[in-house]
C-alpha cells in the first residue's frame, strides 16, 4: 500500500520560514517524480513546485519563485519543501503527490500524479 505522508505545517508570521516534509512508502521512491500542490479556502488546487527523481530538475510556480525550494533525499524516500519569506497569500493546505517521471515540463498538472498525501496545513498571518 502506498502512502504519502506529510508534516511540518503550522502557524507562521509573514516573512517567517518553514519546512515541510513528505516521506513515501509502499512505492520504488526513486522512479517516481514527485510534486507539491496547495489548495487554499474556496480556491482550486494549485501547482507549487516538482522534483524529477534524480533531484537533478526543479519546476516552480510563478507565485513562489526565488521563496520556495524543492529538494527530496532519496535514502530516505522524503521529499521537502522549503518555504522562506511566506505571505498570508500562501495560506492553505499542502498536499504532496508521487507521479510515475515524466519529463518536467509536464508535472504541473494533477492528472500526471497517481498518489498523494493528506495534506498539511500552513498558515501564514499578517
Known amino acids: 500500500q502506498v502512502q504519502l505522508v506529510e508534516s511540518g505545517g503550522g502557524l507562521v508570521q509573514a516573512g517567517g520560514s518553514l519546512t515541510l516534509s513528505c516521506a513515501g512508502s509502499g512505492l520504488p521512491f526513486r522512479s517516481y517524480g514527485m510534486g507539491w500542490f496547495r489548495q487554499a479556502p474556496g480556491k482550486q488546487h494549485e501547482f507549487v513546485a516538482t522534483i524529477g527523481w534524480s533531484g537533478g530538475s526543479t519546476l516552480y510556480a510563478d507565485s513562489v519563485k526565488g521563496r520556495f525550494t524543492i529538494s527530496r533525499n532519496n535514502a530516505k524516500n522524503t521529499v521537502y519543501l522549503q518555504m522562506n519569506s511566506l505571505k498570508p497569500e500562501d495560506t492553505a493546505v499542502y498536499y504532496c503527490?508521487?507521479?510515475?517521471?515524466?519529463?518536467?515540463?509536464?508535472?504541473?498538472?494533477?492528472?500526471?500524479?497517481?498518489?498523494w498525501g493528506q495534506g498539511t496545513q500552513v498558515t501564514v498571518s499578517s
Open positions: 503527490a508521487a507521479g510515475l517521471a515524466r519529463p518536467i515540463a509536464t508535472m504541473t498538472t494533477r492528472g500526471k500524479y497517481d498518489y
